[in-house]
């Protein structure tokens, strides 16, 4: 086959030429002749991989099908024959037809009739229904039956059941959400799961609900006509979010759901940043803020390897959203650093060692150095940002003074909050530990703090604390003018 497949590729590749052309005019009617053979067998599988090879082959070339389209045609004929005869396949087989069949009609549109009745006769296969969540929402998406596809998720979307892959289903789904053209037809189906999400009385069911909304949202279309509705929606559906993610503090099982959610919230904050607001961008820092809470209830109850997995996976992906807040919408954040830099203290209290035992991140170099990332992005705007943000003028040196006043007037800014952490990270240490490798992390990440402060912020810290906490202070501060500060020799 793999032999096959390349030959084909040449071909294709040149098809142009009269003797590349000949071939595959003729391999093609040999693979129809054979996908019409009413003897069409198991052992003839191999037309089909090579059938569907030859219509994605060309379509990747081409952008369209030309050679191939009656091929598609025959494909789809063959496959509605194989399926009647079921008994004589195996669930593989049947797998990879109605995947490949969902393949092609993202290609070219297909013969909605047969195919309807190519999927009646698998229905009831528990073994393909992945397969069969996949075409139909190629088929059905066509059509516009938005809210039937939905209900389908929620049918097939169980957590419990491994078979059924939760990436594979959102990507299908996300599929027919991407393709809808009309911005009517999108802002219906959206508002409609909004109502349908609200009306939810299953508290075991609410996670699918969620993972639709967040699904919607990560394929959020750019329609000129529609940004403050958007914008609209957007924020009803992070209320949406904020209401339910409370149910899930106690139900580890759920935290992959909340991984995705700020997955999408990353990419709408750095991809997408026109259906945000002032109002949304605090409903994130929210978000984010509760998704921490989470994590440190985790360190109550005993986790299995996977659920450890899980929470450091969590820990990094509440970073990376908070990183992008502060890379992408930083202006609009500067008279809120309070709330921000309120969203930095359970992260530092999650990498501690309780007195009830070690929890499984106070040993995460991985956790500890995205959160340092996290403070380097807060504490060092990027060159290309600061330049960015001050207005253009004519020479160097007037530029210059331009960025060294745009740089003054953040860190003036931050300076407000900044203590609130050194504070914070200090009444922590007095009472726990830190794991030896993962303070080496963190104390560089505040050693970021000092850089900014001035002495008035730091009497201010020293002046509130008592006195077990001014002698770990003052030791923290010898060790930052000792290694961290930047000196000239």
Known sequence: MKIA??????????????????????????????LK?????????????????????????ENKLELSSDLAKSFVQCSKKCLFKEEFFSDNDVNWILSSLAEIGKITQLPYDDVKETIKLVWKNNNVQLSLFKLVCVLESNNGKYDYLMALY???RD???????????SNSIGYSFKNIEEYR???????????????????????????????????????????????SLVIQSLSCLLDYIDIFTNDSSAIDSIIGCL??????????????????????????????????????????SSEQNSIESLYISVTQVLSNLILFQRFRLS???????????????????????????????????????LMSNLCEPSGSFVSGSSHSVGDSSASAVALTSTMSTLKARLRK????????????????????????????????????????????????????????FKSFYDDYKKYGKWRED
Request: glycine letters at 2%; charged letters at 20%; one cysteine or more.
């Open 154 to 156: 929620i049918n097939s």
């Open 335 to 373: 008279n809120r650093y309070h709330i921000i830099i309120s969203a930095f203290i359970p992260l530092i209290e999650s990498l501690f060692v309780k007195k009830s035992g070690d929890n499984h991140l106070s040993t995460s170099k991985a956790c500890a150095t995205s959160f340092q990332r």
């Open 159 to 169: 957590k419990n059941q491994s078979s059924i892959n939760y990436n594979e289903l």
């Open 185 to 231: 037809t999108f802002e219906q189906t959206w508002i409609f799961l909004l109502q349908v999400f609200q009306e939810v009385n299953d508290v075991d069911e609410i996670y699918k609900y969620f993972e639709l909304l967040c699904i919607m949202m990560s394929h959020i279309p750019r329609f000129d006509e529609s940004q403050d509705m958007i914008q």
């Open 263 to 304: 997955e999408v919230l990353r990419n709408l904050i750095s991809g997408k940043h026109w259906c945000l607001t002032q109002y949304s961008i605090e409903q994130i820092l929210c978000f984010t803020i509760k998704s921490e809470y989470i994590i440190l209830a985790s360190d109550h109850g005993e986790l299995s």
């Open 5 to 34: 497949k390349t030959i084909l590729s040449l071909h294709l590749q040149q098809k142009t030429e009269k003797i590349n052309k000949a071939f595959i005019t003729k391999s093609i009617e040999k693979l129809e002749k054979k």
């Open 417 to 472: 909050s900044l203590p609130s952490v050194i504070l914070n990270y200090i009444s922590l240490a007095v009472r726990y530990n830190m794991n030896l490798e993962i303070k080496e992390v963190i104390v560089d990440a505040l050693f970021l703090i000092f850089d900014i402060l001035t002495m008035n912020e730091l009497k201010l810290i020293n002046s509130s604390l008592d006195s077990h906490g001014r002698t770990l």
């Open 37 to 61: 053979s009413s003897k069409f067998e198991k052992k003839n599988m191999n037309a089909l991989y090579l059938s569907l090879y030859f219509i994605e082959c060309e379509f990747a070339l």
